[in-house]
Structure formats: structure tokens, C-alpha cells
């Protein structure tokens, strides 16, 4: 059974970094099958995909955040890892890590999730 | 970015009826190179990460009743619930995975009448 496992919730002051760790379990992520994905929920609110990457390290990202996003993975833990740089409270959201099937040679759907970090950004 | 609108925005049914969202796509969703419309549908209870439903528009995922189904093409699909379970109250959200970046519907939330 494919686990996702996120790092504890937090507070993040405003202009530093946020950061989060997923940790795989059940699966290699080496199968080459999968994107591997972040994607923010504010409360009461909608879904917003931040971005993925493949183990490759080949990475995509929402245009609305990319100058700020970094993701990362680590095969040989089978971790991957998001970085948000200069956060404000409109950062304040849960955060999920999630998998993506890949199909026909790109990211599709999401098929498992992690549990949700929510991240508070405040002074 | 393609924007995905779901309707209604809430929606309350009695038990054992069906229950039917919407999701409309600002441009079409389906790639003419494999025939696939790059649409899933995703089922969110309280205080847990989604859970996918359907996905390639009509496709169940393993595990899922029946009772959910998935249909449309193009720009506009359809999540059908043929007899509603007191256990889908929860919202539901559609994605289109056709763009980058994939994109959400704003969710439709489903009560019990």
C-alpha cells in the first residue's frame, strides 16, 4: 500500500522559506510511472496545483509561483522536497504532497495524497 | 490558465436519489492525438486530503462504488451519483489535467436534503 508522508505543520514568518519533506513508502519511486506533486489548499478553499517533478528531476511549475518554487527529490530516500520562497499570509494554506500517474508521457491525475501540513505564515 | 466552473456550487439530495454536478472547461480537454478527455473527478471529506473518483472523464478508479460515474467530453462533463449514501456528503472537485498548470473546479459541495 503507497504511503505519503508529510513533515509536521508549521509557522513560517513572513518573507522566509518554506519548506516540506513527502516521504514515500510502499513503492520505489524509481518506477519511472509517476510525477510527484504539491498541491495547496487554503482553508475553506480551493485546490491549487503548485508543481511536480519526475525522478528524473525534470520539473514543472504553476507560472503564478514559479519564481518562488523550488522542488527537489531525493530517489535514494524516497523523498521529495518544496521549498516557497518570500511567503506572506496568502501562503497560509495546507499543504499536500501527492502522486501523479503518468500518462501518454506526462502528468495526469493524482491517485494518492499525503495526510496535509498546514503551513501558517505569521509574524 | 484553463478555468474549470463547476455548477452547482452546493447541492442537497435525499437519500437514495441521484445526485448530478457539473464542470465546464474554458477550452476543450480532449487530445485528438489518443482520444482521451484529460478530466478527473475527486471526492473531499472533512478535514482529508481528496480522493480520486474518476478520471479520463469516465474511468473508475479501483475501489470506487459504482454508483459514481463520470461522462461528458470536450468541454463539459458530468459526475453522477445514481443513489446517493448518507457516506458522499463531502465536496467534489473536477481537474483538467490537459494544461499546465493542471487547474480545479471551485468544488461543489454535497448535503443530505
Known amino acids: 500500500q503507497v504511503q505519503l508522508k508529510q513533515s509536521d505543520s508549521g509557522l513560517v514568518k513572513p518573507s522566509q522559506t518554506l519548506s516540506l519533506t513527502c516521504t514515500v513508502s510502499?513503492?520505489?519511486?524509481?518506477?519511472?510511472?509517476?510525477?510527484w506533486s504539491w498541491i495547496r489548499q487554503p482553508a475553506g478553499k480551493g485546490l491549487e496545483w503548485i508543481g511536480r517533478?519526475?525522478?528524473?528531476?525534470?520539473?514543472n511549475y504553476n507560472p503564478s509561483l514559479k519564481s518562488r518554487v523550488t522542488i527537489s527529490v531525493d530517489t535514494s530516500k524516497n523523498q521529495f522536497s518544496l521549498k516557497l520562497s518570500s511567503v506572506t499570509a496568502a501562503d497560509t494554506a495546507v499543504y499536500y504532497c501527492?502522486?501523479?500517474?503518468?500518462?501518454?508521457?506526462?502528468?495526469?491525475?493524482?491517485?494518492?495524497w499525503g495526510q496535509g501540513t498546514l503551513v501558517t505564515v505569521s509574524s | 490558465d484553463i478555468v474549470m466552473t463547476q455548477s452547482p456550487d452546493s447541492l442537497a439530495v435525499s437519500l437514495g436519489e441521484r445526485a448530478t454536478i457539473k464542470c465546464k472547461s474554458s477550452?476543450?480537454?480532449?487530445?485528438?492525438?489518443?482520444?482521451?478527455?484529460?478530466l478527473a473527478w475527486y471526492q473531499q471529506k472533512a478535514g482529508q486530503p481528496p480522493k480520486l473518483l474518476i478520471y479520463?472523464?469516465?474511468t473508475r478508479e479501483s475501489g470506487v462504488p459504482d454508483r459514481f460515474s463520470g461522462s461528458g467530453s470536450g468541454t463539459d462533463f458530468t459526475l453522477t451519483i445514481s443513489s446517493l449514501q448518507a457516506e458522499d456528503v463531502a465536496v467534489y472537485y473536477c481537474?483538467?489535467?490537459?494544461?499546465?498548470?493542471?487547474?480545479f473546479g471551485q468544488g461543489t459541495r454535497l448535503e443530505i436534503k
Open positions: 479520463w472523464a469516465s
Open positions: 477550452q476543450s480537454v480532449l487530445y485528438s492525438s489518443n482520444n482521451e478527455n484529460y
Open positions: 510502499g513503492d520505489s519511486m524509481n518506477s519511472g510511472s509517476y510525477y
Open positions: 501527492a502522486r501523479e500517474v503518468r500518462g501518454y508521457g506526462s502528468g495526469t491525475y493524482v491517485d494518492y
Open positions: 517533478i519526475f525522478t528524473s528531476g525534470s520539473t
Open positions: 481537474q483538467q489535467y490537459f494544461g499546465i498548470p493542471p487547474t
